[in-house]
């Protein structure tokens, strides 16, 4: 059973303790429904967000608690991120809390929400160090996009089988470490072969701009705050070399 990772410890290094006010946060809604939605989501609130959703949908159209309330909830998550206001920590839990709400307006819509679009995302096969595709995960996914994770140590043949299943705008791949970033330019080989030129944004501590130049679909992603954005290039029409030539030159 896979274990649920603690965050009380880390949320007191950085100072973050919940005080009823996000950190840095400007965003507000003059509606106290939505407000309390919007709040759930910058403190990570998962205690607190099914509560919040429905005293919001109470009163309001399901779609409206997503924009009004989730998103935009989420979009000011990803401006302290910017800013340096947020870190790891409060990217996941801020994440995790939007997710459960978005399941509530789901199941009341009876559909889901259409998402922007599906990226896989991985850490290089024999590389245990998935921090870098946390952080890419929490991003893309407060950003609007279908996230399938495929977690750490990875191997080629999973990352390819799951292109085929799910047919991503984009792929990205994590390394800290030299002796595991060359399962990159396998994939690239392996994606080109199965017919796939979707971008393969690729980063970590080992990567760097002149190795993933190297090789076809590759984009070098030099912070995990530009996933989001390459994949919105991604979903509106760029090639992967307009996307290297864009964030890479």
């Not at 309390?36 to 403190?43: A, M, S």
């Not at 140590?153 to 089988?161: L, R």
């Not at 047919?167 to 399962?183: D, F, R, S």
């Amino acid at each position: 059973m896979a274990t649920v990772a603690n965050y009380s410890n880390i949320f007191v290094r950085y100072d973050l303790v919940g005080t009823g006010d996000a950190k840095g946060a400007k965003l507000s809604s003059k509606d106290a429904a939505l407000q309390k939605v919007i709040q759930c989501v910058l403190e990570g609130d998962s205690d607190n967000i099914v509560d919040a959703v429905n005293e919001a949908l109470a009163t309001k159209d399901p779609m409206v608690v997503i924009n009004e309330g989730l998103i935009k909830g989420m979009n000011e998550v990803s401006r302290l991120w910017d800013e340096g206001e947020y870190y790891l920590p409060q990217a996941i839990v801020a994440s995790d809390a939007m997710l459960i709400g978005l399941e509530i307006c789901e199941k009341k819509l009876g559909k889901s929400v259409e998402k922007k679009g599906t990226v896989v995302t991985h850490t290089a096969e024999g590389d245990i160090h998935d921090l870098g595709q946390k952080i890419v995960n929490a991003l893309l996914r407060a950003n609007g996009f279908e996230v399938v994770d495929l977690g750490k140590d990875v191997p080629v043949d999973e990352v390819i089988t799951a292109v085929k299943k799910y047919n991503p705008v984009m792929v990205t791949g994590t390394a800290l470490m030299t002796t595991t970033m060359t399962a990159f330019e396998k994939i690239s080989k392996r994606l080109i072969k199965e017919g796939y030129k979707i971008p393969f944004v690729c980063g970590g501590g080992a990567v760097s701009n002149e190795y993933v130049q190297g090789y076809e679909l590759g984009v070098y992603g030099k912070d995990a705050s530009q996933a989001p954005g390459m994949a919105s290039d991604a979903v509106n029409g760029m090639d992967w070399m307009q996307i290297r030539e864009k964030w890479n030159s």
